[in-house]
């Protein structure tokens, strides 16, 4: 039963009491149902009076509702019909009761939904990759595409809340930073033992040569002088002969 229903059920229960019939509920809604299936928009004044008369015509005639049990060593009081004037300001209290009734109900439906804190925030890879390339421009690191994509893929996907989510990817953008800095400062290690080992292998080889020539000249020298001796030693040997001749 709606409430709506209750209420008119309720106060036509308490209208028939003070005629001195005791109905239940159900009887009561039945009636109502029964005669007007579209009490919502058909109640009024007249219709709650019908009602009240069927139910009562019909404790007359099959005895359905019993009347009240008078108390003990007193008579009965005798109940007088209800006058119009009463009917209405029955019917207007009603009216009123479900007025209340229809506005707690409607504060319950739209009162605005309470925020659950202890609610986990699930983020997607397309909102992982847009904080990661915000936050490292911020940061002053300019990532590629590519490089967005690794950082957001060592990124959570659940978090407490967004301040959680926020530091987790400017940790994840910092270690991204370092270990492409360590990777910068191991290709220069690298590099540096390359060229000095390059530079002196260089050396060694211009070295050997330097050497080599110097070797060769002095062979070289020491032919030439051997070759002048030679030449020396025949010219005075020929000055010789000339001048025993003369």
Not at 28 to 36: A, C, P, R, V
Not at 99 to 110: D, G, H, K, L, R
Not at 139 to 165: H, I, K, P, R, T
């Amino acid at each position: 039963m709606g409430k709506d229903l209750k209420n008119k059920v309720d106060s036509i229960r308490r209208t028939l009491k003070n005629n001195a019939l005791e109905v239940s509920g159900i009887v009561i809604e039945s009636k109502i149902l029964e005669l007007y299936p579209n009490y919502e928009t058909d109640w009024s004044n007249d219709v709650r009076t019908e009602v009240i008369k069927a139910i009562t015509q019909d404790h007359q005639s099959t005895g359905i509702v019993s009347a009240m049990p008078a108390p003990v060593n007193y008579a009965s009081p005798v109940q007088e019909p209800l006058t119009q004037h009463q009917e209405s300001e029955i019917f207007a209290q009603e009216e009123t009761e479900s007025e209340e009734v229809n506005t707690m109900s409607m504060a319950v439906n739209y009162a605005p939904p309470e925020i659950n804190n202890s609610q986990s925030l699930a983020v997607t890879n397309a909102d992982k990759q847009a904080l990661v390339s915000t936050q490292s421009l911020a940061l002053g690191f300019e990532l590629s595409e590519q490089e967005c994509l690794v950082v957001a893929d060592s990124v959570d996907d659940v978090f407490n809340d967004y301040a959680s989510f926020l530091t987790n990817v400017t940790s994840a953008i910092r270690g991204y930073v370092d270990h492409r800095f360590d990777q910068v400062e191991t290709a220069l290690d690298t590099n540096a033992d390359a060229v000095r080992t390059h530079i002196a292998d260089r050396a060694t080889r211009l070295n050997q040569k330097v050497e080599n020539f110097s070797t060769n000249v002095k062979a070289d020298i020491g032919g030439i002088r051997q070759n002048i001796k030679s030449s020396k030693a025949n010219i005075l040997s020929r000055f010789a002969l000339l001048n025993k001749a003369g």
